[in-house]
């Protein structure tokens, strides 16, 4: 079992920046790819960000040049680093982490606000 804890949400104003973090504890290995989605009220969940095994990423066309997404293997945590942020980008975020063995796991979210 894997539990997923996000942290870094908050309220701030547009042009600001925030850094969500994604620690996982449990039975972590072989992971295949890490995650970043994001539901605004009223839409469905959308990818944000993803890093794979390897390294590569994808983003968002709305985030590109703004977030970055990275991990740090030895602690089991995935960031989105948010800069420029705009009040389009408030949401409840959610991160992912995808296995080898084809099972994912989701964190419960964190609350972005950015005020205009």
């Known amino acids: 079992q894997v539990q997923l804890v996000e942290s870094g949400g908050g309220l701030v104003q547009a042009g600001g920046s925030l850094r969500l973090s994604c620690a996982a504890s449990?039975?972590?290995?072989?992971?295949?790819?890490l995650g970043w989605y994001r539901q605004a009220p009223g839409k469905q969940r959308e990818l944000v960000a993803l890093i794979s095994s390897g390294g590569s990423t994808t983003y968002a066309d709305s985030v590109k040049g703004r977030f970055t997404i990275s991990n740090d293997n030895a602690k089991n945590t995935v960031y989105l680093q948010m800069n420029s942020l705009k009040p389009e980008d408030t949401a409840v975020y959610y991160c992912?982490?995808?296995?080898?063995?084809?099972?994912?796991?989701w964190g419960r979210g964190t609350q972005v606000t950015v005020s205009s």
């Open positions: 449990g039975s972590i290995f072989s992971i295949n790819a």
């Open positions: 992912k982490f995808v296995f080898k063995s084809g099972y994912d796991y």
